[in-house]
C-alpha cells in the first residue's frame, strides 16, 4: 500500500516509521506552511502535495496525524476523494463534528480507523484479553492513571485546539474504561487547572464514570508531572479476581486469581528495549542524561520489542486487505469523545453528565 501522511510533528514521525516497519511505502506529505514538511520530504525523500485530492490520485490511505483542530476538515476531504483514512485520536473536538465524519465516511462505503493506541500496549492488550477470557469475573471497580508532564506545543494547553488535558490525554483511558467495562451510562468529573513547578499551566483531572453493566471507572488524567516522567497505571477489580499494573513498579501485568499470581504477556511480543530509548517504563525521553533533548509531546513508552503505534497501523491495514472493518473504526472513536466531552462538561458545570445514545445513520 501508498500511504499519504497529513502532519509531520511527533505522531507524524511516528506513523512514518510505524508504516515503514510492517512494509508499506509512505509516497508523500500534505503540504503546510511549516518549514519542517519541507524539511522531512527531503530527508526522508518524500513527495509533498498540494491539497488532499492531489495526495489521493497516490495514494491507498491518507494518515491524519495533524492537530486536532484540523482532523475534520482532512478527513471530510478523503472520504470524498474515495480513500480510506486512518486519524489519530481524539477523531474530533466536538461530538457534531465525530458525526459527520463518521456518518459521511458510512455514507460513502470508506474505511475509516481512529487511532486509539493504548489498546495495543501490550499491559492494556493483556488486560482485554483476560477480561474477556471471564478469569476475573464480572468487571465491578476499575481505576485508571496516566500522569506526565504538559506538551511543550502551545495549542495543546488551548482547548479550543487540543481539548486540553481530558480529550487530549484522558482519553486513553476513557476509551479503554468503555472497552473492558462496557458501555458508559454517566460521569462526573473534576480538574484542577494549577501550575507545575515552573509556573506552566499544567492541568490535573479525574473522572467517575458509571458503566451501564454497574461497574465503576475512576480515571486520571495530568499534566502536571515533572519531566521526564509517563507513569501509568491501572486496577481492574472483578467478581473473581484482581488484575493490576503499575509502569512503576513492573512491564508486565500480574493478575491474582485466587490465590495464585502469575505473569500476562501480550500475544506476539518479545523483550527487548523500549521503543523511546534506553528508558524503562515511566520514563520518556532519551536516557537518563540530563541534557537529552526532550519530545514536544510525552508518549509513553513499550517495554517490548513490537511498537503499538506499528501494530495499530498493522491491524488497521490487514483489515482493509481483508475486507473487514477497522478493529478500532469511527464510532469507536466518537464513543470516545463523548465520554471525554461528557468529562469536560461535567467538570465544568460541577454536576453529573449522562451519555445519551448517538444517531450517525441518517
Known amino acids: 500500500m501508498k500511504i499519504g501522511l497529513v502532519g509531520a510533528g511527533f505522531m507524524g514521525r511516528t506513523h512514518l516509521a510505524g508504516w515503514r516497519s510492517i512494509g508499506e511505502e509512505v509516497v508523500g506529505l ?40 484540523t482532523h475534520r476538515d482532512y478527513v471530510l476531504a478523503a472520504v470524498a476523494a474515495g480513500t480510506p483514512i486512518f486519524c489519530e485520536k481524539p477523531l474530533a473536538l466536538s461530538v457534531e463534528d465525530g458525526v459527520s465524519m463518521v456518518r459521511a465516511a458510512e455514507d460513502a462505503g470508506v474505511p475509516l480507523g481512529v487511532g486509539h493506541v493504548l489498546r495495543y500496549f501490550p499491559e492494556y492488550a493483556a488486560a482485554a484479553r483476560t477480561v474477556r477470557s471471564g478469569d476475573l469475573g464480572d468487571p465491578a471497580v476499575l481505576r485508571f492513571s496516566r500522569c506526565t508532564f504538559a506538551p511543550k506545543n502551545a495549542w495543546y494547553l488551548d482547548e479550543s485546539r487540543s481539548g486540553g488535558v481530558i ?25 484542577d487547572r494549577g501550575s507545575d513547578v515552573s509556573g506552566r499551566l499544567a492541568p490535573h483531572a479525574h473522572a467517575l464514570l458509571t458503566h451501564t ?11 502536571r508531572m515533572p519531566q521526564p516522567e509517563f507513569l501509568t497505571s491501572f486496577e481492574i477489580a472483578g467478581s ?15 493478575p491474582i486469581i485466587g490465590f495464585i499470581q502469575r505473569p500476562l504477556v501480550a500475544e506476539a511480543t518479545t523483550a527487548g528495549p523500549t521503543t523511546s530509548g534506553s528508558e524503562g517504563p515511566g520514563r520518556v525521553g532519551a536516557g537518563d542524561s540530563d541534557s537529552a533533548e526532550m519530545p514536544d509531546i510525552p508518549v509513553a513508552a513499550s517495554p517490548v520489542s513490537e511498537d503499538p503505534y506499528a501494530l495499530e497501523l498493522l491491524a488497521f491495514r490487514n483489515a482493509l486487505r481483508t475486507g473487514n472493518p477497522p478493529p478500532v473504526d469511527g464510532r469507536e472513536g466518537l464513543l470516545a469523545i463523548q465520554i471525554a466531552l461528557a468529562a469536560q462538561r461535567s467538570a465544568r458545570t460541577g454536576t453529573p453528565v449522562d451519555i445519551e445514545p448517538l444517531e450517525v445513520a441518517r
Request: charge should be negative; proline fraction near 3%; glycine fraction near 6%.
Open 240 to 254: 473473581k479476581a484482581l488484575l493490576t499494573f503499575d509502569s512503576r513498579d513492573t512491564s508486565s501485568v500480574s
Open 167 to 191: 480529550l487530549d490525554l484522558m482519553i486513553h483511558d476513557l476509551d479503554f474504561a468503555r472497552h473492558v467495562g462496557g458501555d458508559v451510562k454517566r460521569v462526573f468529573a473534576s480538574i
Open 30 to 69: 500534505l503540504r503546510f506552511d511549516d518549514p519542517t514538511i519541507a524539511e522531512l520530504a527531503v530527508a526522508e525523500g518524500l513527495s509533498v502535495f498540494d491539497n488532499v485530492p492531489d495526495m489521493a490520485t497516490r495514494c491507498d490511505v491518507i494518515d491524519v496525524c495533524s492537530p486536532t483542530f
Open 213 to 223: 453493566s454497574g461497574a465503576i471507572s475512576h480515571v486520571e488524567g495530568s499534566w
